[in-house]
């Protein structure tokens, strides 16, 4: 056979495959793309998380509840003093109303109407993150106030969010992938039985083992690799139409790669346990 006829036949021989894959084959493929989502999204949402908001290159902030302006007043002074680096703002009543009211302006009238003495002074402070534990300390031992809140209370816990989702993410994703191995697996075992035949007539015309075993590798390949490219080609679409201005929500391009190859991988896996039920060469 010519290298022309040879890939002529590969090809044919593929297609009929991809055709002859059927429902299995649409499962295989919408496996992986849910897969390929989701693994996007998670890493999507990773990475933002841990940029803006788990990043140490990002200050901490710490509220302190005052019984005064004026006690926020003076201990912002003491408080700069000792660390020369923070940056204190004391908001009154009135201004902090001000600023609940610019966050929820749904209810901006209701807060209006409740008096200024229903609503604390409060001591804003923002520093390194290598700093705030001195701080809570150094305000510990104050009377002038204590911390309401800190960045720190809420970063633990959404490390721990963010790890168990991580977790539990990766692990549906192994499943969903295994599904499509699998469900590829089974179709080519399905198509080696069902031309069996056709596969002995092709030995004893010369044909090679390379050129019956390719074309089942390919098209289980290319199964799992429509469901990644349809994957990824959903990503960039969200990300460029969603209504979210997060721009630190994006995939790197090792992750792409990752992503686009892993589907193939998992098909040629399949395709190879398949290709078990191929009757040996006599």
């Known amino acids: 056979m010519g290298g022309r006829d040879v890939s002529g036949h590969l090809l044919r021989e593929i297609v009929r495959q991809l055709r002859e894959s059927g429902g299995s084959g649409v499962v295989a493929v919408v496996l992986v793309f849910v897969a390929t989502l989701l693994a996007g999204t998670l890493m999507a949402v990773r990475s933002w998380v841990v940029t803006e908001l788990l990043s140490t290159d990002q200050p901490a902030t710490v509220t302190v509840t005052l019984p005064s302006a004026a006690v926020g007043n003076a201990l912002g002074e003491e408080l700069r003093a000792s660390f020369p680096s923070a940056d204190a703002v004391v908001l009154t009543p009135a201004e902090v109303r001000d600023q609940l009211a610019s966050w929820f302006p749904e209810i901006a009238g209701a807060l209006a109407a409740v008096p200024e003495d229903g609503f604390p002074s409060l001591l804003i402070v923002q520093l390194a993150r290598r700093d705030e534990e001195s701080l809570a300390a150094w305000l510990s031992q104050r ?119 892993t589907g193939p991988v998992v098909g040629i896996v399949g395709a190879l346990c398949g290709l078990a039920a191929l009757p040996r060469e006599p």
């Open 143 to 261: 009377s002038g106030g204590a911390p309401a809140s800190g960045s720190r209370q809420w970063r633990e816990p959404l490390q721990r969010a963010l790890a168990g989702a991580l977790a539990g993410g990766l692990a549906l994703i192994f499943t969903l992938l295994v599904g499509c191995g699998i469900v590829v697996l089974l179709v080519v075992r399905l198509m080696v039985l069902a031309h069996a035949d056709e596969i002995e007539i092709m030995r004893l015309i010369g044909a090679r083992e390379r050129e019956i075993r390719v074309p089942y590798l390919v098209s289980g390949a290319t199964l799992a690799g429509l469901g990644s490219l349809a994957g990824i080609a959903s990503l960039s679409l969200l990300a460029r139409f969603s209504g979210f201005s997060l721009s630190a929500v994006h995939l790197p391009g090792d992750t792409v790669l990752i992503l686009a190859v």
